[in-house]
């Protein structure tokens, strides 16, 4: 059963930084691209950013270019978002998800993923 778990949320003051990690069961993520997004509450799920499958290309929205890293470890099995200057508009519940195409190259938009985690809340607070 394919299953991914987010995990690394928590509560933050400003201009701090956070890691996610993405960990992957049941598959192996290196044939997969896998994307973060984020939804906070009264809006819209967004891309925040997505890594090709065998540590390719890599997407970022502009609000978090220069600031967000994604990365992947094929041997763990695992992505990463690395979170740095963190702003209360970062605030959200974070989401992996895989792409079911294998080596598509991976663009922000949660139509061209599925199983998705269950989400790690990131607070963004003073």
């Known amino acids: 059963q394919l299953q991914l778990v987010e995990s690394g949320g928590g509560l933050v003051q400003p201009g701090g930084s956070l890691r996610l990690s993405c960990a992957a069961s049941?598959?192996?993520?290196?044939?997969?691209?896998i994307g973060w997004f984020r939804q906070a509450p009264g809006k819209e799920r967004e891309g925040v950013s997505c890594?090709?499958?065998?540590?390719?290309?890599?997407n970022y929205a502009d609000s978090v270019k220069g600031r967000f890293t994604i990365s992947r470890d094929n041997a763990r099995n695992t992505v990463y978002l690395q979170m740095n200057s963190l702003k209360p508009e970062d605030t959200a519940v974070y989401y992996c998800?895989?792409?079911?195409?294998?080596?598509?190259?991976?663009?922000?938009?949660?139509?061209?993923?599925?199983?998705w985690g269950q989400g790690t809340q990131v607070t963004v607070s003073s």
């Open positions: 998800a895989a792409d079911p195409i294998l080596f598509r190259l991976c663009v922000l938009s949660d139509e061209d993923f599925d199983s």
């Open positions: 049941g598959f192996s993520l290196y044939y997969n691209s």
């Open positions: 890594i090709s499958s065998r540590g390719g290309s890599t």
